[in-house]
């Protein structure tokens, strides 16, 4: 299997704007376009192929078909025939809703799905802009809630203002939002399954107010104020630097000014590239492709070696 490039599923969002097309490229149609699923086997988005031999197929057609080759033996054992990642950019124009996600345990036995462990990598943020992670203090559940009911929730949290380059690391149960002015790079464990706790009170196009989700989101809170969700990383040039190492996926950094090789014969899982800056072009045996920034691309895991030809190319590299 050759190296595969993904049409984006683009999602309008409320709080969603335009520098997916003014600054990725991606071709929207909406002034308030907040996502573009570069990678997903969601039940009813589901990313197709856009090159090559493969055009066409859809990614869970390939998994069906050549699981162990696409995914990687040990993938395969551990999640069988889902995708275990999914892969975003995300433009924020406006604030995002103040939410969290349950854990493995508490979203198998509610909604039969993954937790949602997340990182973000920020491509782009306005002066000022800011993310909410976590609380400012350690909270009791029944501060918490007190606080959800008389609309005092924004007190209690933290916030952190981020320039470019910035990654952060949001386990489940981790109260955050994204803030208005900053578009990022997602990666996640294969899930939708948010927990909204305050929405501003904005109304949607119909005029309604957004669901929120008090009561569910209560037992999977983690009331705790932790400072464990900025990455330290050293951005080495022309080499691989781990940003995030955790059981769901391990996330490396690379930038590049010249062509650079990488084995993979220990490596029993695919390779997922995101290109954060400039262009790349990635070559194996089994052919080659060219992504620029706002790019994804998905390399099977019978892979033997990589080689990235660039110039000048920034890029977040994905495994299990």
């Known amino acids: 299997m050759h190296p595969l490039k993904f049409r984006p599923i683009l999602k309008e969002r409320l ?60 993938v395969v054992e551990r999640f069988g025939k889902e995708f275990p990642i999914l892969i975003k950019f995300i433009d924020a124009k406006q604030d995002l809703s103040i939410q969290l996600h349950p854990n493995d345990e508490l979203a198998k036995k509610r909604h039969n799905s993954f937790g949602k462990t997340e990182m973000w990598y920020i491509m782009d943020a306005d002066p000022k802009a800011e993310l909410i992670v976590g609380f400012n203090k350690d909270v009791t559940k029944e501060e918490y809630a007190e606080s959800v009911a008389n609309n005092s929730l924004l007190d209690l949290l933290n916030y952190e203002q981020v320039k470019e380059g910035d990654t952060f690391f949001i386990n489940t149960g981790k109260i955050h ?28 196009k119909e005029g309604n107010l957004r669901e929120l989700h008090t009561e569910l989101a209560l037992d999977a809170v983690d009331y705790e104020k932790k400072d464990d969700f900025k990455i330290s990383y050293t951005p080495g040039i022309n080499e691989i630097s781990t940003m995030v190492d955790c059981p769901y996926f391990k996330t490396n950094f690379i930038e590049l000014t010249k062509d650079i090789e990488i084995d993979t014969t220990k490596r029993d899982s695919f390779t997922i590239f995101m290109c954060v800056g400039g262009e790349v072009l990635i070559n194996t045996a089994e052919g080659e492709v060219t992504i620029k920034k706002g790019e994804t691309a998905l390399l099977p895991a019978n892979t033997i070696t990589i080689y990235l030809k660039s110039m000048g190319a920034k890029l977040l590299e994905v495994t299990i």
């Not at 994204?178 to 501003?200: H, K």
């Open 177 to 204: 939002a994204i803030g208005a002015g900053v578009m990022l790079a997602e990666i996640q464990q294969t899930s939708d399954i948010t927990y909204r706790v305050f929405d501003f009170n904005r109304k949607d």
């Open 15 to 74: 709080w969603g704007g335009t520098k997916l097309k003014e600054v990725l490229g991606k071709p929207i149609e909406s002034d308030i376009t907040g996502e573009s699923w570069e990678l997903s086997t969601v039940k009813g988005d589901v990313s197709v192929i856009e090159n090559g031999s493969l055009a066409g197929k859809s990614l869970q057609e390939l998994i069906d078909s050549n699981g162990e080759e696409l995914l990687g033996k040990s």
